[in-house]
């Protein structure tokens, strides 16, 4: 399933998020870790502390486990609908985003 995804970021959180999501942390983590990592890059902040991205999951509920590793660390008033197949939001890159704040 692919779903859309809608999420507050914790701004306090996003220079360790960024490095967990450039040092292989999260990438190398089974079985959605790539999956994250690709679903970061695609994410656009779509209003200010908003972002929004697409993702495939197969947990029921859906991204139970990334909500568990990953997202529910560094988002919040995190909603997800089901969608047909991954959508490109307009919006500022977040993962460029990141990295400005890596700067």
């Not at 695609?42 to 972002?51: L, S």
């Not at 890159?93 to 990141?98: A, I, P, T």
Request: hydrophobic content about 35%; overall charge negative; glycine content about 4%.
């Amino acid at each position: 399933m692919i779903y859309s995804i809608k999420a507050k970021f914790i701004s306090e959180k996003m220079k360790e998020f960024f490095q967990k999501l450039t040092d292989g942390t999260i990438e190398n983590q089974k079985p959605d870790g790539l999956e994250i990592l690709n679903s970061m890059k695609r994410a656009k902040i779509t209003e200010p502390g908003v972002i929004q991205w697409s993702e495939m999951c197969f947990c029921s509920p859906p991204l139970k486990h990334e909500r568990q590793t990953v997202y529910d660390k560094y988002f919040s008033f995190i909603k997800i609908n089901s969608i047909e197949d991954y959508v490109e939001f307009n919006g500022e890159s977040f993962f460029e985003y990141l990295k400005k704040l890596d700067e």
